[in-house]
Structures are given as C-alpha cells and as structure tokens.
C-alpha cells in the first residue's frame, strides 16, 4: 500500500467533527481539522517525500509518548486520581503528537520546496 493512501485515509477522521454538529459535544468540531489531510491523496509521492513524512510521524510518535507519560506521571502525583492521569495523559500525548507532526510535516514540505526553487 502507498504510503500516500495511509497518510490521507487520515482525513477520513475529520468525520467525528460531525458528532460536535448533531450534538451539544461542540469540542468534537475540532475534528475538521482532519479534513485538511485529504490533500495527502493527490501529492506526488517520492522518495524525499515519504522520508520526511516518515520522519515526522516518528517524531510525533515519540513527542506524543513522552507527553502522555509526563502528564500521567505529574496528574498523579497532584493527587488526580489513576483514572483523570490515564485519560488526560492519553488525550494529551494524542494532542502533542498531532500538533507535532503537523509542525514538522510543514517545516519538511517548506524545507523541500525552497530547496526545488534554489535549484532553478
């Protein structure tokens, strides 16, 4: 499977935004931001592409992991409770590896397109 289809498959999660508009859950509409990932099935994919896109999601990954561990790690030692430091750990390690690869797969496709313009 082409890594592209994986990586716009992801936009398909934009579709939870629609529980924040049939519902009173309006912090579901923050899933739209997903849709964004669609623009994945139609770019030319090639070898310095899925490298930066591979490195990104590694990245995230492992930003995400330490965040949630870091969050669940200080929730309960402040006394939260096991089950607020496991859902917030989880929800804020999700968030940072989100916010980390869109970061990161900007400042690659930033990088990789000022460095076709220099080549002209």
Do not use: H, P
């Amino acid at each position: 499977m082409k890594l592209k289809y994986l990586f716009g498959a992801t936009g398909f999660i934009a579709m939870l935004g629609f529980i924040g508009v049939f519902s009173e859950e309006k912090a579901f509409l923050a899933f739209f931001a997903f849709a964004v990932d669609f623009q994945y099935f139609f770019v030319r994919d090639d070898e310095m592409w899925n490298t930066y896109m591979c490195r990104s999601a590694a990245r995230a990954f492992c930003c995400g992991m330490i965040t949630m561990a870091i969050f669940s790690f200080i929730s309960f030692l402040m006394g939260k409770g096991s089950t607020y430091a496991l859902v917030g750990g989880l929800a804020a390690g999700w968030t940072a590896a989100v916010a980390c690869n869109a970061v990161l797969v900007a400042i690659y496709n930033f990088s990789a397109g000022r460095a076709l313009k220099e080549d002209d």
